[in-house]
Protein backbone atom coordinates (compact mmCIF):
# COMPACT_ATOMS: atom_id res chain seq x y z
CA UNK A 1 0.00 0.00 0.00
CA UNK A 2 2.72 2.54 0.84
CA UNK A 3 5.06 1.51 -2.25
CA UNK A 4 1.88 2.42 -4.08
CA UNK A 5 0.89 5.39 -2.71
CA UNK A 6 4.70 6.53 -3.13
CA UNK A 7 4.76 5.31 -6.85
CA UNK A 8 2.03 7.62 -7.21
CA UNK A 9 3.48 10.47 -6.08
CA UNK A 10 6.63 9.64 -8.27
CA UNK A 11 3.92 9.64 -11.05
CA UNK A 12 2.61 12.96 -10.47
CA UNK A 13 5.95 14.28 -9.25
CA UNK A 14 5.98 17.54 -9.05
CA UNK A 15 2.62 18.21 -8.89
CA UNK A 16 1.68 15.67 -6.40
CA UNK A 17 2.86 17.08 -3.00
CA UNK A 18 1.29 20.82 -4.34
CA UNK A 19 -1.88 18.67 -4.48
CA UNK A 20 -1.42 16.63 -1.03
CA UNK A 21 -0.97 20.24 0.55
CA UNK A 22 -4.28 21.23 -1.54
CA UNK A 23 -6.49 18.24 0.01
CA UNK A 24 -5.19 18.73 3.85
CA UNK A 25 -6.13 22.33 3.28
CA UNK A 26 -9.67 21.81 2.33
CA UNK A 27 -10.16 19.27 5.13
CA UNK A 28 -8.88 21.10 7.63
CA UNK A 29 -10.83 24.38 6.52
CA UNK A 30 -14.61 21.94 6.38
CA UNK A 31 -13.99 20.86 10.17
CA UNK A 32 -12.78 24.86 10.59
CA UNK A 33 -16.04 25.86 9.06
CA UNK A 34 -18.30 23.41 10.48
CA UNK A 35 -17.01 23.70 13.89
CA UNK A 36 -16.97 27.35 14.22
CA UNK A 37 -20.43 28.33 12.64
CA UNK A 38 -23.77 27.51 14.78
CA UNK A 39 -26.56 25.26 14.10
CA UNK A 40 -29.85 25.46 13.64
CA UNK A 41 -31.08 23.87 17.01
CA UNK A 42 -29.15 26.98 18.95
CA UNK A 43 -31.86 29.16 16.84
CA UNK A 44 -34.23 26.92 17.29
CA UNK A 45 -33.95 27.01 20.77
CA UNK A 46 -33.64 30.86 20.99
CA UNK A 47 -37.23 30.89 19.11
CA UNK A 48 -38.31 28.73 22.63
CA UNK A 49 -36.86 31.31 24.39
CA UNK A 50 -38.37 33.76 22.69
CA UNK A 51 -41.83 32.40 23.29
CA UNK A 52 -40.72 32.37 26.82
CA UNK A 53 -39.61 35.69 27.10
CA UNK A 54 -43.44 36.86 25.69
CA UNK A 55 -45.02 35.16 28.27
CA UNK A 56 -42.81 36.78 31.10
CA UNK A 57 -40.84 33.46 31.95
CA UNK A 58 -38.04 34.56 34.48
CA UNK A 59 -35.59 31.49 33.79
CA UNK A 60 -35.54 32.51 30.08
CA UNK A 61 -33.94 36.07 30.77
CA UNK A 62 -31.16 34.03 33.20
CA UNK A 63 -31.01 31.60 30.41
CA UNK A 64 -30.37 34.10 28.04
CA UNK A 65 -27.88 36.01 30.08
CA UNK A 66 -26.00 33.08 30.91
CA UNK A 67 -25.51 31.64 27.48
CA UNK A 68 -22.04 31.72 26.24
CA UNK A 69 -23.46 31.46 22.34
CA UNK A 70 -22.91 33.95 20.20
CA UNK A 71 -26.53 34.64 18.93
CA UNK A 72 -28.12 34.39 22.78
CA UNK A 73 -25.45 37.76 23.29
CA UNK A 74 -27.12 39.15 20.88
CA UNK A 75 -30.51 38.69 22.25
CA UNK A 76 -29.38 39.82 25.13
CA UNK A 77 -27.63 42.91 23.69
CA UNK A 78 -31.66 43.84 21.76
CA UNK A 79 -33.02 42.89 25.43
CA UNK A 80 -30.76 45.71 27.68
CA UNK A 81 -30.91 48.51 24.65
CA UNK A 82 -34.83 47.37 23.30
CA UNK A 83 -35.93 51.30 24.48
CA UNK A 84 -33.06 52.92 22.14
CA UNK A 85 -34.82 54.25 18.87
CA UNK A 86 -31.85 53.60 16.81
CA UNK A 87 -31.82 49.87 17.79
CA UNK A 88 -32.59 48.38 14.52
CA UNK A 89 -30.07 49.75 12.51
CA UNK A 90 -27.68 48.37 15.09
CA UNK A 91 -28.99 45.32 15.16
CA UNK A 92 -28.79 45.15 11.41
CA UNK A 93 -25.33 46.03 11.35
CA UNK A 94 -24.32 43.58 14.94
CA UNK A 95 -26.24 40.64 12.67
CA UNK A 96 -24.04 41.38 9.30
CA UNK A 97 -20.93 40.85 11.33
CA UNK A 98 -22.58 37.94 13.13
CA UNK A 99 -23.93 36.23 9.70
CA UNK A 100 -20.39 37.27 8.05
CA UNK A 101 -18.59 35.45 10.75
CA UNK A 102 -20.35 32.31 9.92
CA UNK A 103 -19.14 32.29 6.66
CA UNK A 104 -15.38 30.98 8.27
CA UNK A 105 -13.72 28.74 6.33
CA UNK A 106 -15.38 28.91 3.01
CA UNK A 107 -13.13 31.23 1.41
CA UNK A 108 -10.37 29.14 1.43
CA UNK A 109 -12.83 25.28 0.18
CA UNK A 110 -13.53 28.20 -2.52
CA UNK A 111 -9.96 28.84 -3.63
CA UNK A 112 -8.65 25.13 -3.02
CA UNK A 113 -11.40 23.68 -5.17
CA UNK A 114 -10.15 26.56 -7.88
CA UNK A 115 -6.79 25.81 -7.98
CA UNK A 116 -6.31 22.34 -7.18
CA UNK A 117 -8.18 21.16 -10.88
CA UNK A 118 -5.72 23.58 -12.51
CA UNK A 119 -2.93 22.11 -10.78
CA UNK A 120 -3.78 19.31 -11.97
CA UNK A 121 -4.43 20.65 -15.34
CA UNK A 122 -1.06 21.95 -15.37
CA UNK A 123 0.28 18.11 -14.22
CA UNK A 124 -1.69 17.33 -18.00
CA UNK A 125 0.87 19.91 -20.16
CA UNK A 126 3.42 19.15 -17.76
CA UNK A 127 3.68 15.43 -19.01
CA UNK A 128 2.63 16.28 -22.30
CA UNK A 129 5.66 18.20 -22.36
CA UNK A 130 7.54 15.03 -21.40
CA UNK A 131 5.62 13.30 -24.28
CA UNK A 132 6.28 15.83 -26.97
CA UNK A 133 10.58 15.82 -25.80
CA UNK A 134 10.79 12.00 -26.16
CA UNK A 135 9.26 11.86 -29.80
CA UNK A 136 12.28 10.51 -32.23
CA UNK A 137 14.57 8.94 -29.41
CA UNK A 138 15.16 5.39 -28.47
CA UNK A 139 12.76 3.83 -26.10
CA UNK A 140 10.54 6.57 -26.95
CA UNK A 141 7.09 4.04 -25.96
CA UNK A 142 8.38 3.98 -22.57
CA UNK A 143 8.77 7.92 -22.33
CA UNK A 144 5.29 8.44 -23.81
CA UNK A 145 3.48 6.10 -21.30
CA UNK A 146 5.54 7.61 -18.49
CA UNK A 147 3.69 11.04 -19.53
CA UNK A 148 0.56 10.07 -20.50
CA UNK A 149 0.60 8.82 -16.50
CA UNK A 150 1.98 11.59 -15.25
CA UNK A 151 -0.77 13.80 -16.95
CA UNK A 152 -3.71 11.59 -15.68
CA UNK A 153 -2.41 11.01 -12.30
CA UNK A 154 -2.09 14.72 -11.59
CA UNK A 155 -5.71 15.56 -13.15
CA UNK A 156 -7.38 13.06 -11.62
CA UNK A 157 -5.78 13.70 -7.60
CA UNK A 158 -6.87 17.44 -8.75
CA UNK A 159 -10.15 16.54 -9.93
CA UNK A 160 -10.53 14.36 -6.54
CA UNK A 161 -9.79 17.22 -4.70
CA UNK A 162 -12.34 19.54 -6.59
CA UNK A 163 -15.20 18.03 -6.65
CA UNK A 164 -15.59 17.02 -2.40
CA UNK A 165 -14.40 20.58 -2.08
CA UNK A 166 -17.23 21.55 -4.06
CA UNK A 167 -20.31 19.53 -2.43
CA UNK A 168 -18.68 21.08 1.04
CA UNK A 169 -18.99 24.53 -0.21
CA UNK A 170 -22.45 24.44 -2.01
CA UNK A 171 -23.66 22.50 1.13
CA UNK A 172 -21.96 24.87 3.40
CA UNK A 173 -23.51 28.07 1.51
CA UNK A 174 -26.66 26.52 1.67
CA UNK A 175 -26.67 25.72 5.51
CA UNK A 176 -25.44 29.17 5.76
CA UNK A 177 -28.84 30.78 3.58
CA UNK A 178 -30.96 29.10 5.81
CA UNK A 179 -29.40 29.56 10.08
CA UNK A 180 -29.48 33.79 8.04
CA UNK A 181 -32.91 33.35 7.52
CA UNK A 182 -33.86 32.15 10.76
CA UNK A 183 -31.53 34.73 12.42
CA UNK A 184 -33.49 37.45 10.48
CA UNK A 185 -36.95 35.67 11.06
CA UNK A 186 -35.54 35.67 14.94
CA UNK A 187 -34.26 39.46 15.21
CA UNK A 188 -37.11 40.84 13.53
CA UNK A 189 -40.11 39.13 16.04
CA UNK A 190 -37.84 40.39 18.82
CA UNK A 191 -37.54 44.13 17.68
CA UNK A 192 -41.12 44.24 16.82
CA UNK A 193 -42.30 42.57 20.25
CA UNK A 194 -39.44 44.15 22.24
CA UNK A 195 -41.62 46.35 24.24
CA UNK A 196 -43.38 43.34 25.64
CA UNK A 197 -40.52 41.66 26.77
Known sequence: MLHTIQQFFEACHPFGYPLLICSIILVTAIFYH????????????LFALYDKLRKKDSTAMQEVQQSKQELSREVAFLLEHK????LPSIMES?????VDNQRAGLAIISVITNIAPMLGILGTAWGLV?????FGTPGAQEGIALGI????YTTIFGLAI???GMIA???????LEHRAALIDELFTELLAHRNEI
Not at 130 to 134: A, R, T
Not at 169 to 175: D, H, N, S
Open 94 to 98: RLKVL
Open 149 to 152: SKAL
Open 169 to 175: LTCAERA
Open 83 to 86: NDEN
Open 162 to 164: AIP
Open 130 to 134: DIFGV
Open 34 to 45: YFSTGSRAEIHK
